[in-house]
């Protein structure tokens, strides 16, 4: 038998895309009004703002939210951290068959691979029976260890063996298991077939007998991400969340592949004999491997923390590109275009085919129009401003379009719309205005970070950045789906809030996720109950987001369950744990100013117990 060492250490588990919107100010240019109007020519479809056209589109689905943080669990007069030299216990254990590793093959190269796949932590904790940790063995065995912090560990025992060979399959991922309840597991063997199992109370030795309850083949191989049960008095239902990063043909671009998240629900109606049986397969699809995703406790929402967003398919077509594209067509035939310069604007209206002089009506009031084109209004209401009428006239283009130059009485004012309250024309910026606009515009940006640093007060000092406060490019967003609709109902963006792991808080809650805010770390915990504050700031783990960004090599990364401490696992020789704030027992000054410390944080390097045990693959965190 195969014999390797099992290192105990604390268990460890692991961006709407930024929207930015630009507002260029607009200054008069009388002696241009003339010149602009002609270089103007006609009006192009292909000016539509795609990125307002999506914006809009967004807003009708989701509701725009922020994270509220609390204040009062915030410490401004944090000082630091304290390294302590404390021995660590460290308690070794031989197995007799190594942990069901299973290693990236050539044809899953991307990054979304090694996220999923390559950064997987094969030891399991149940977060509802906190001191037993479960891992898979190369013999399909799911085993169970008894974590007790102050004695040496037991031997583990076999709870459950897999009735497929793992080694038979050659495109298999690793073995996922997820605790759905205190007396309910989900299990994936990484073939592509899950099982759902009863196994009693697993606090009690005695009465604890894992028995398979469903197991079907669901396709391609994937992993479990979470799982939840539901009892009532009419049925069970066990609803799941699997990942998948499947092969897309049509992607040119791209890396080749999409990230596949499938919503399953299994159920039993409580006064039928018949057995587990799935009654609702939903499938999200998105390009990135989520941070995080959980669904909330009474199986109606979905939350998701993602770079890159996800949107549910229905019949390989997606709904909410259908809604995009529907919503983009009606979009982009706007009812009518118009510009303006100082003195006067133009609108321009496309005319059915056939039209004559005789078809249209315009009447222009000081600060009302009124366009019907064959016997059917077209476009009525009052104008931003006042207009002179007896000036104000229109002509029927060769391109069978009808032009309207109305002069404006208040010369210089711009106009944010034509008719107060419409939506259905769009307005043309002219080229040659953008470029006198950006011209202006051009003394507040520079290609260098700090062109004159020797000013009285420089924009900035580029010595005084480091590496991990560079903002970061790539954003993330948290999305709320609604499973009965379908669609996203809540979203907030994250902007430069890094994410930086989620932990197991309260098992009958949702998990909870770690933000880094300036250069903390903030705890999140989401309640879905509460629409209002639906994710509640519960826990701040004071200067960790800025110390863990030094981090490069960094594996895992979780907290205990009380916010006593974090850890942080490097993938090779080191385990870092940051204990919370304590009082001093000593007097401990600050060697820059000479100030006397009152509180600390204690920052273990657990190198040396470390060291032997990451010498084998075998060995993962507890």
């Given at each position: 038998m195969q014999q390797s060492p099992l290192s105990l250490g604390h268990y460890i588990s692991q961006k709407a895309s930024r929207t930015a919107q630009c507002f260029l100010g607009w200054e008069p240019r009388r002696l241009r009004a003339s010149a602009l109007r002609a270089k103007r020519g006609p009006f192009n479809k292909s000016f539509i703002n795609s990125l307002a056209a999506t914006q809009e589109v967004a807003m009708e689905v989701a509701a725009n939210c922020s994270l509220r943080v609390k204040r009062p669990l915030l410490d401004p007069r944090f000082e630091g951290y304290k390294l302590s030299l404390e021995p660590l216990p460290c308690y070794q254990l031989e197995l007799d068959a190594a942990v069901a590793e299973v290693k990236l093959r050539d044809d899953q190269y991307t990054l979304e691979h090694m996220h999923a796949f390559g950064m997987y932590n094969y030891l399991h904790c149940d977060s509802w029976y906190q001191d037993s940790v479960y891992y898979i063995d190369n013999l399909g065995r799911v085993m169970n260890l008894t974590v007790m912090l102050d004695t040496a560990l037991g031997k583990p025992r076999e709870v459950f063996r897999l009735p497929t060979d793992l080694t038979a399959c050659d495109n298999r991922l690793c073995a996922s298991i997820h605790f759905t309840s205190s007396t309910w597991v989900t299990l994936s063997d990484g073939t592509g077939r899950l099982y759902l199992i009863g196994t009693g109370e697993r606090g009690n030795s005695a009465s604890e007998k894992w028995e398979i309850m469903f197991n079907e083949e669901l396709g391609n191989p994937f992993i479990i991400i979470h799982s939840i049960s539901l009892l009532n008095t009419e049925e069970h239902s066990v609803t799941i969340l699997l990942l998948r990063i499947e092969k897309e043909e049509l992607d040119m671009k791209g890396s080749g592949f999409y990230v596949s998240l499938e919503w399953v629900t299994i159920s039993k109606k409580n006064k039928d004999n018949k057995k587990y049986e799935i009654i609702k397969r939903d499938i999200l699809r998105g390009k990135s491997v989520p941070h995080y995703a959980a669904i909330e406790p009474d199986g109606k929402g979905l939350m998701i923390v993602s770079y890159k967003s996800f949107t549910f398919v229905h019949g390989g077509q997606n709904l909410e590109e259908n809604k995009n594209e529907n919503m983009s067509e009606k979009i982009k035939e706007p009812l009518y275009y118009w510009q303006q310069t100082e003195d006067?604007?133009?609108?321009?209206?496309?005319?059915?085919?056939?039209?004559?002089?005789?078809?249209?009506?315009?009447?222009?009031?000081?600060?009302?129009?009124?366009?019907?084109?064959?016997?059917?209004?077209?476009?009525?209401?009052?104008?931003?401003?006042?207009?002179?009428?007896?000036?104000?006239?229109?002509?029927?283009?060769?391109?069978?379009?009808?032009?309207?130059?109305?002069?404006?009485?208040?010369?210089?004012?711009?106009?944010?719309?034509?008719?107060?309250?419409?939506?259905?024309?769009?307005?043309?910026?002219?080229?040659?205005?953008?470029?006198?606009?950006?011209?202006?515009?051009?003394?507040?940006?520079?290609?260098?970070?700090?062109?004159?640093?020797?000013?009285?007060?420089?924009?900035?000092?580029?010595?005084?950045?480091?590496?991990?406060?560079?903002?970061?490019?790539?954003?993330?967003?948290?999305?709320?789906?609604?499973?009965?609709?379908?669609?996203?109902?809540?979203?907030?963006?994250?902007?430069?809030?890094?994410?930086?792991?989620?932990?197991?808080?309260?098992?009958?809650?949702?998990?909870?996720?770690?933000?880094?805010?300036?250069?903390?770390?903030?705890?999140?915990?989401?309640?879905?109950?509460?629409?209002?504050?639906?994710?509640?700031?519960?826990?701040?783990?004071?200067?960790?987001?800025?110390?863990?960004?030094?981090?490069?090599?960094?594996?895992?990364?979780?907290?205990?369950?009380?916010?006593?401490?974090?850890?942080?696992?490097?993938?090779?020789?080191?385990?870092?744990?940051?204990?919370?704030?304590?009082?001093?027992?000593?007097?401990?000054?600050?060697?820059?100013?000479?100030?006397?410390?009152?509180?600390y944080s204690r920052d273990y390097d657990s190198v040396k117990a470390m060291e032997q045990s990451c010498k084998f693959r075998e060995n993962w965190l507890l």
């Open positions: 006067d604007l133009t609108v321009t209206i496309r005319l059915p085919e056939g039209s004559s002089k005789e078809d249209i009506q315009v009447q222009f009031l000081p600060d009302h129009i009124d366009i019907v084109l064959k016997g059917q209004r077209f476009l009525e209401g009052n104008l931003y401003s006042s207009v002179d009428q007896e000036s104000s006239t229109w002509i029927i283009k060769e391109n069978n379009s009808l032009e309207i130059f109305l002069i404006k009485k208040n010369e210089g004012l711009t106009w944010p719309e034509l008719v107060v309250g419409d939506k259905q024309g769009e307005f043309i910026r002219d080229s040659a205005q953008c470029a006198a606009i950006a011209e202006r515009l051009m003394h507040l940006t520079s290609e260098e970070l700090n062109p004159n640093p020797d000013k009285e007060k420089p924009p900035c000092n580029a010595q005084e950045l480091e590496e991990c406060d560079i903002f970061f490019e790539e954003s993330s967003s948290l999305c709320r789906f609604d499973v009965s609709t379908l669609k996203t109902t809540h979203v907030v963006n994250l902007g430069s809030n890094q994410y930086l792991f989620s932990v197991i808080v309260d098992p009958k809650e949702m998990p909870c996720f770690c933000l880094r805010h300036d250069v903390d770390a903030l705890l999140w915990q989401p309640h879905s109950s509460k629409q209002d504050d639906m994710w509640e700031h519960i826990a701040t783990f004071n200067a960790l987001g800025y110390v863990q960004a030094s981090k490069r090599d960094k594996k895992f990364f979780a907290c205990a369950p009380n916010y006593s401490y974090a850890a942080l696992c490097e993938c090779l020789r080191r385990v870092f744990i940051y204990r919370q704030p304590t009082p001093m027992s000593t007097v401990l000054y600050n060697r820059k100013e000479g100030r006397i410390l009152e509180v």
